[in-house]
């Protein structure tokens, strides 16, 4: 038995809509009609397990691939509402003290330091990855001096400390800590806790790891 064979440009239909269905001579298939959402079953023929939009969009209800990979050829996996992103829950090895195994959030940037009245220079870049922040700045001091605190910031700091050092320096400035609930970060002198004040022309390239929970 031979399956339907439709002639290049030819089409399947009903009594009411003859061109229900187009075949392009390329093998391309047109339909007649605008639908607003397409929809394919599962196996019991009940639920829905992947509806397709006119704009082409797809939708899973369903485990997508549970036999293998999936591979996106071509394009992004958006994630498109907050709060969600990759489970790893099932993973194994997991800590005793973990509290989350959702990968939530990603992304990359520039941050603008803040220093005193005058800043010379003020280069940042950060990268977020769930809520762990790691920055990157060059700051020089241009004004007169007298100034502990560098803000600006990315995101807000969550309630521990963590700290910052300078990689390179020109003034004495070693690094600092992260303040705790806040966009700021102190300046110490090296091996104490008292705090480091920038003369008029420091410069620092600064690094540093904190968490915005």
Aim: charged share 10%.
């Amino acid at each position: 038995m031979t399956g339907i064979i439709v002639p290049d440009g030819g089409t399947i239909g009903s009594a009411s809509d003859t061109d229900a269905l187009t075949i392009t001579n390329t093998g391309v298939v047109k339909a007649s009609q605008s639908i607003a959402t397409s929809t394919i079953k599962d196996a019991t023929g009940a639920n829905n397990s992947i509806s397709i939009a006119t704009n082409g969009n797809l939708t899973f209800a369903g485990t997508v691939g549970n036999t293998g990979d999936n591979t996106i050829t071509n394009g992004n996996l958006v994630i498109g509402t907050a709060g969600k992103g990759i489970d790893f829950s099932n993973a194994s090895g997991s800590h005793s003290g973990s509290s989350s195994a959702l990968l939530d959030d990603y992304e990359e940037g520039t941050w603008s330091p803040t220093f005193g009245s005058t800043i010379a220079s003020n280069q940042g870049r950060y990268v977020k990855i769930g809520d762990l922040v790691f920055i990157q700045g060059d700051i020089i001091n241009g004004d007169s001096g007298g100034h502990q605190s560098i803000g600006g910031l990315p995101f807000t700091t969550g309630n521990m400390h963590s700290a910052w050092h300078a990689g390179w320096t020109d003034g004495g400035i070693t690094g600092g800590y992260f303040n705790t609930n806040t966009t700021s970060i102190n300046s110490t002198n090296h091996g104490a806790s008292t705090a480091k004040t920038w003369a008029a022309g420091d410069r620092a390239l600064i690094s540093g790891t904190y968490t915005s929970f």
